[in-house]
């Protein structure tokens, strides 16, 4: 079995789809369970109609409504081939769009948002589905909402995700073309939800990981994974391999390509990720594994955008014993995840993304230190081999962005990441220089 995800360039128009299956069918495996993304722009889309019924808008949601009608009623009359594929296409279309008008009337709360942000995939792997039928090729539409499970802290459930994931495809002994949604899920009180966004990277390394797929295949609009975001810095290069442990860090600290969560449950169960170009099928691209092979070097750069630093300084003159717990357990009450953290003999400075409680951990802070904050900052985070026999590389780095204001700096906490804490404004100038200096 292999698990392979096309996001949303790859399914954004409909010469691309048709271009789907002949990479799908290239492959040797027994089984494919393709998982998909909503078509590119869909789910900003839907977002966007979800704030607009939340604001109360209504004229201006049904316009919206319309331009993505239209869209989509475009998009079927060009893929679909016969009178009766357009006409099983559109009467689906319908229903979707008949439901998004009834939200009108509706006190508009956080589950409505859920269900409106979980049509994208269900539309585009209904259509692939179709799509094929059309074409007389055989394949089975599995809902993603019938395995894929969050608990209460919004994790997802690998072991329910693998028993109802597996009764699924064992319906169909003689299948070997498997459809399912990226992105979408149950979560703990039966209701529609889903993992983020760009989660659908997430969804297809849960299912390889829970079904010990041979290799999950993250089809994407670049030939892998590159020393640098190509968004922000020129002559970036695709990586061939990195080790779990380099792709972890590198998605979590902001490389988009992949959804920041998406390489534990591909680590955890040994399953090899491959980054690949649904533009340039015959690129290598990037094999994630569990070897280790870029040894003695620096290997990629990345940046993640949207951090608080605070500064807690402890009231005493010395931080005596007792006071970090004191400081972790504010975040654990609030259940705060932190990035990054320095300390010194009197302060530690730690840094985090989710901000939705920031007042109520200030205040409980203030209760026993002096606390400062700052917002608008991002994360560089570089990856490379920086056991202690290798060194000299983090006076490299710090030369390489000595004309920018470092908030902070994390080296050691793993053998394979330095990471700096500098203020948004100077993101992009940061990745230039080290780019510049590293490669
Ligand atoms: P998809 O819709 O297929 O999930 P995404 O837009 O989420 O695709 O991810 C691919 C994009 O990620 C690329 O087009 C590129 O602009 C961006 N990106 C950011 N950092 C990197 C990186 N280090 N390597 C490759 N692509 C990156
Ligand atoms: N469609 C979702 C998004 O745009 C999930 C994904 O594409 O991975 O975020
Ligand atoms: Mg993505």
Request: hydrophobic content about 40%; aromatic content about 10%.
């Amino acid at each position: 079995m292999k698990v392979l995800k096309f996001g949303g360039t790859s399914v954004g128009s409909p010469e691309r789809i048709e271009q789907l299956l002949p990479i799908i069918r290239s492959q040797a495996a027994d089984k494919h369970l393709v998982v998909l993304s909503a078509v590119s722009g869909t789910t900003n889309d839907l977002v966007k109609l979800s704030e607009l019924y939340e604001s109360k808008d209504i004229d201006a949601a049904y316009k919206h409504i319309d331009v993505l009608y239209e869209k989509y009623k475009k998009f079927v009359n060009e893929l679909f081939k016969t009178e009766k594929g357009i006409s099983e296409a559109l009467a689906f279309i319908d229903k979707i769009f008949d439901l998004f008008y009834q939200f009108k009337n509706k006190n508009f709360t956080p589950d409505a948002e859920r269900i409106i942000l979980a049509q994208g995939e269900i539309i585009s792997t209904t259509l692939f589905h179709l799509h094929l039928k059309e074409k007389e090729i055989s394949s089975v539409l599995l809902s993603a909402l019938d395995f894929m499970l969050i608990d209460e802290d919004k994790e997802p459930d690998i072991d329910f995700i693998r028993k109802h994931a597996g009764l699924e495809i064992v319906k169909y002994p003689e299948e070997t073309l498997f459809i399912t949604q990226g992105y979408i899920c149950r979560n703990a009180q039966g209701e529609i939800d889903n993992l983020q966004r760009g989660g659908s990277d997430y969804t297809a390394s849960l299912l390889g990981a829970a079904l010990q797929a041979d290799e999950i295949q993250i089809w994407t609009d670049i030939d892998g994974f590159h020393n640098n975001d190509p968004r922000y810095v020129q002559n970036t290069r695709s990586i061939a391999r990195l080790s779990f442990d380099e792709a972890a860090e590198l998605s979590y600290f902001g490389a988009k390509i992949l959804h920041p969560q998406s390489v534990f449950p591909a680590r955890k169960y040994n399953v090899p990720v491959r980054l690949l170009d649904t533009m340039n099928p015959g690129a290598a691209g990037t094999l994630i594994s569990g070897e280790t092979t870029n040894q003695k070097q620096i290997v990629a750069i990345a940046a993640k955008d949207g951090i608080t630093a605070i500064r807690i300084q402890s009231s005493r003159m010395l931080m005596a014993y007792g006071f970090l717990r004191k400081v972790f357990e504010v975040f654990e009450r609030y259940r705060t995840p932190i990035d990054m953290i320095t300390t010194s003999e009197v302060a530690v400075s730690l840094t985090i993304d989710q901000t939705d409680y920031l007042s109520e951990i200030v205040r409980e802070l203030e209760v026993f230190s002096a606390v400062e904050t700052d917002n608008e900052q991002s994360i560089i985070c570089i990856v490379g081999d920086f056991r202690k026999e290798n060194h000299g590389y983090a006076t490299i780095v710090s030369e390489a962005v000595k004309h920018i204001p470092i908030r902070m700096i994390s080296y050691g906490g793993s053998e394979n990441n330095i990471s700096l804490l500098v203020p948004s404004v100077y993101k992009i100038e940061a990745l230039r220089s080290l780019h510049n200096r590293l490669f």
